[in-house]
């Protein structure tokens, strides 16, 4: 299965811009499952819930016709992050799109920073579905720092997750090889880079788009340049959660020593 990334640096709050340029990174790909960073639409640093409202869209609204177009020429899926807006409530959502339409959706459940002033937290829960015969799982940016989810997904049987990401600090491209070893899965982090200055604030995204494999390997890893990059992975490695002949790391989880709560 051929499964990438796109890295570029969005403008803040116009989405045709934004359209426009995923349109041309994506103009002669090959690929089977593409991931595009946390809120590409938008941009990141909303000032208000006014704003965000003006900007936040339906699940299905005009990014989703605006991908779905992309996937059914390329006939390449993609998952992308977007502003949600659902009864007058806010999330820093995620979809996963196919040729016939939508399959997941999932609302981050660890908000960064600021992000709790504008976004209710998500109620999605981490959740696995199937595509091509393969089980991926979605996150967004600041839930990799939550071993939990991580794990959760892994645990019901996610091969493939894929994060979307607008990372300011710069620990995560380090910790999902961690996260990969520790889950034997693979991790796909799409990341924006570059600059948002809003209202005097300055955020500077750190690129390190990458994918990693569930021996810990980077099979792909970029700076700061936009771009698109794809690797050929095979996702039944992903099933096996040996480390050696006598450490299967799932069946030898200790839960009777766990904290649980
Ligand atoms: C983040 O969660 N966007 C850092």
């Known amino acids: 299965m051929r499964v990438g990334f796109v ?8 989405k045709k811009a934004n359209f426009k340029t995923v349109e041309n990174m994506l103009q002669s790909v090959n690929a089977d499952v593409l991931l595009l960073p946390e809120l590409f639409n938008t941009g990141y640093a909303f000032l208000d819930k006014k704003e965000l409202g003006e900007l936040a869209e339906p ?8 991908i779905h177009d992309v996937v059914k020429s390329t006939k390449c899926a993609i998952a992308y992050g977007f502003a949600e807006r659902s009864d007058n409530l806010y999330y820093n ?12 959706s999932y609302r981050k459940s660890h908000l960064f920073f600021e992000e709790r002033f504008i976004f209710q937290p998500g109620d999605t829960g981490f959740n696995v579905f199937e595509y091509e015969h393969v089980k991926f799982g979605m996150m967004i940016c600041w839930d990799w720092i939550y071993p939990e989810a991580m794990r959760t997904l892994a645990l019901k049987g996610a091969q493939v997750v894929l994060q979307a990401a607008n990372l300011v600090t710069p620990y995560c491209p380090d910790a999902m090889v961690t996260r990969a070893v520790e889950n034997r899965l693979f991790i796909v982090t799409a990341d924006r880079a570059g600059d948002e200055t809003r209202d005097g604030k300055n955020y500077h995204f750190i690129g390190m788009s990458q994918v990693v494999a569930p021996n810990g390997k980077i099979l792909e890893r970029v700076s700061e340049e936009p771009c698109v990059k794809v690797v050929e992975l095979n996702p039944a490695t992903a099933l096996d959660k040996k480390m050696n002949a006598h450490n299967d790391l799932f069946v030898d989880r200790r839960q009777d020593l766990y904290f649980r709560y």
């Open 59 to 66: 699940v299905q609204g005009d990014t989703y016709h605006f």
């Open 7 to 14: 890295q570029f640096n969005p403008s803040f709050g116009n």
């Open 93 to 104: 959502s995620m979809s996963f799109i196919t040729p016939s339409g939508l399959i997941a």
